[in-house]
């Protein structure tokens, strides 16, 4: 089983500034009860402890006292993006959310990892996509005004050799039980010609990685338990482990490729130095940006008003 993490690279901590707000934006502003209260005219309960409720407006007022300032910042910042986009005639299709999202997958270990994070966060692929238009239409409206040397990308190379080494290693799935029995149960199946895949979709108890055959994909020592580390690396292209224990229960794994440790040359690695850099520039720069047409625009905002005003 992997470990409980997340990866935390440039790309997805300005990510994650806009994506969480905007998913807590929705919640706050149009809760779904808010929306039955007000048809009928009376508030609905969402809840009851030992049986005293607490009301839908209970609710919708708590989660503006405490964050709904923040949440409305955010979306004003959203509707001014959307805003200078239109202005600009920029879309964002369906293919630039693929690249905006493969990016955010590709700052994790694995597909595993990636998809712990999102069970993490309470999200499913669908939202993290739906959560991505302000972003990558900022992306587009602010990108063209930078500009990377090749002094700069040098710069990077040399100042991050060893991050971008590659590491070595091995493609894995795994089956995750909670005994012994069953692990020893399974390892016997797999022997008689039992598929792998199969038995993971069935029995497997990770959830992030059941449904596509217990794959996780390509995984670096030091990414997973120590235990599952040790066996993973040990076993050969093709071959399956025996129940090996691990800090959650007992996993079976199976190796189906093997890729040695290199070190990338600056050219190999340019165009990756380059989004990195943009990456870098795009946090300073749309920070600046935003301040600007907020200073720029009229901007109404009633909930920082006192009351009576």
Not at 7 to 24: E, Y
Not at 65 to 80: K, Y
Not at 149 to 176: C, F, G, M, R
Not at 274 to 287: E, G, N, R, V
Request: charged share 25%; proline share 2%.
């Amino acid at each position: 089983m992997t470990k409980t993490q997340i990866r935390s690279n440039r790309t997805w901590k300005w990510v994650s500034a806009v994506l969480l707000v905007c998913l807590i934006a929705y919640i706050a502003f149009y809760p779904p009860t808010k929306h039955a209260a007000g048809s009928a005219g009376t508030v609905q309960p969402v809840a009851k402890v030992n049986g005293v409720s607490i009301n839908s407006e209970q609710l919708y007022q708590a989660m503006l006292a405490s964050g709904g300032q923040q949440t409305l910042d955010s979306m004003i910042s959203e509707e001014l993006i959307n805003q200078e986009g239109q202005k600009a005639g920029i879309t964002v299709t369906d293919e630039d959310i693929d690249k905006e999202v493969a990016n955010v997958k590709g700052s994790y270990g694995s597909d595993a990892e990636f998809q712990q994070a999102l069970t993490s966060y309470g999200m499913t692929i669908d939202d993290l996509r739906k959560s991505m238009k302000s972003q990558v239409l900022l992306k587009k409206i602010l990108t063209p005004q930078i500009t990377i040397t090749d002094d700069e990308i040098k710069k990077y190379y040399d100042e991050n050799l060893e991050t971008l080494k590659v590491p070595e290693q091995v493609q894995a799935s795994h089956i995750s039980v909670a005994t012994k029995e069953e692990a020893d149960a399974i390892v016997a199946d797999l022997k008689n010609g039992a598929d792998f895949a199969t038995v993971a979709k069935s029995k497997s108890l990770d959830t992030a990685t059941k449904d596509n055959g217990g794959s996780l994909g390509y995984i670096s020592s030091g990414n997973m338990d120590e235990a599952f580390d040790t066996a993973a690396f040990a076993l050969k292209v093709g071959e399956t482990s025996g129940a090996v224990k691990t800090s959650t229960g007992y996993d079976i794994i199976k190796v189906t490729d093997h890729k040695a440790a290199s070190t990338p040359t600056m050219e190999e690695k340019k165009e990756d130095i380059k989004s990195a850099i943009t990456t870098q520039k795009l946090a300073s720069l749309s920070t600046t940006w935003l301040q600007d047409k907020k200073s720029q625009s009229t901007v109404e905002n009633y909930l920082s008003k006192p009351e009576g005003a």
